[in-house]
């Protein structure tokens, strides 16, 4: 078959690689339809995680696709099944999975390296196990992790379950937003782009979504988003306190992680100053949030992080919230939305939609924003 292999910084291939087959009773191979490129991909593409990808991992973790055969322990779906597979891998049964902590579960947690629950397609650390960018994916756990779809309506509408749409509405939730309360989400990137239209579907009275890509201001502006370009108003913390009465936004959402890349005007990073530069939008969440908010991450962070001004958050007060998604425990709460009317505007999320075979002009794309890329599908 072929898949989407990683070889080196900035290097993926569409390689020709052995067909999956079942290992286990619980096991399930399905054919890939549609397969999305995720943000966090980029961290692998550009080399940023230790014990990262070695050369011939498969990539992604947001795929759908039709079943083709299933272990004798699968009994909720069967073979012609359209389903959209979690990022995460679990078990459903265990202690975490129990309380809904499905990406800490401890059937998959990969204890050898104080890891989570294994993910598709992310890193040695989180389970080396081959990702759904390919044609074919054996799926570990699909006793439960596999969510059966309906076939009415395209796959962009339902594609998004496997990461994305849970991703937004977890950080959302941990968010804590009061009725008609404020947000600001740093990133318009799509999970900032979907978080921004969750916390609006949800009941905040006033979302500001913080960017500077021009594409990615005008889709958020669509869907009722207040934007800041920061090359622009590069006093953003003071923008949002002037637009929440000085007391700054209910809750701040980091949709960024560890690839901020310090100031708009100023891009070019030393290497000296690289890792705090990276921080530079967690900071600025944690000034922007009024005292007694929250701070929910969504963006990835690895390893310890310097200069955190935990006195500061101490003495205002501020909850955070963060963590992988937790994918299966939010899936109910979605389904209903992902129907004809469409509420969270998934008609306008897919940017390009590609032939697995130019992964990595969509890579190189995505990672250097242009083309207006925002979301990139991938189909086999």
Known sequence: MKAVVWHAKEEVWVDHVSDPVLHKPT?????????????????????????????GDILGHEPMGIVEE???????????????????????????????????????????VRKGGSMFGYTHLY?????????????????????????????????????????AWQT????????????????????????????????AGRVYGIDWIPERLAMAKR??????????TPEVIQALREQTEGRGVDAAIDAVGMEAAGSGLDRALQATKL???????????????????TLSLAGVYIGAMPMFPLGDLFDKQVAIRMGQVNVRRWTDDLMPLLSDDDPLGLEDFVTHTLPLDEAPRAYEMFQKKQDGAVKVVLQP
């Open 275 to 293: 890792q705090l530069d990276r921080m530079n939008v967690l900071h600025e969440c944690m000034g922007a949030v009024r005292r007694g908010g």
């Open 223 to 232: 869907h009722g988003v207040e934007t800041i370009n920061f090359t622009e």
């Open 70 to 112: 299933t272990g004798p322990e699968v009994t909720h779906i069967r073979p012609g099944d359209r389903v959209v597979v979690p990022a995460n891998i679990s078990c459903g049964s265990c202690f975490f999975c129990r309380q809904g902590l499905q990406s800490q579960c401890e059937t998959t947690q990969n204890k050898n």
């Open 172 to 203: 959302v939730t941990y968010g804590d937003v009061p009725s008609g309360g404020t947000v600001g989400v740093w990133g318009l990137g799509p999970i900032g782009q979907m978080c921004a239209r969750v916390a609006l579907h949800k009941g």
């Open 27 to 55: 096991d399930a191979i399905i054919r890939i339809t549609s397969t999305a490129i995720c943000g966090s991909d980029l961290h692998l593409y550009k080399g940023l995680i230790p014990l990262g990808m070695g050369a």
């Open 127 to 167: 389970g080396h196990v081959p990702g759904g960018q390919a044609e074919y994916l054996r799926v570990p756990q699909a006793h439960y992790g596999p969510i059966k779809v309906p076939d009415a309506l395209p796959d962009h509408r339902y594609l998004f379950l496997s990461d994305v749409l849970p991703t």
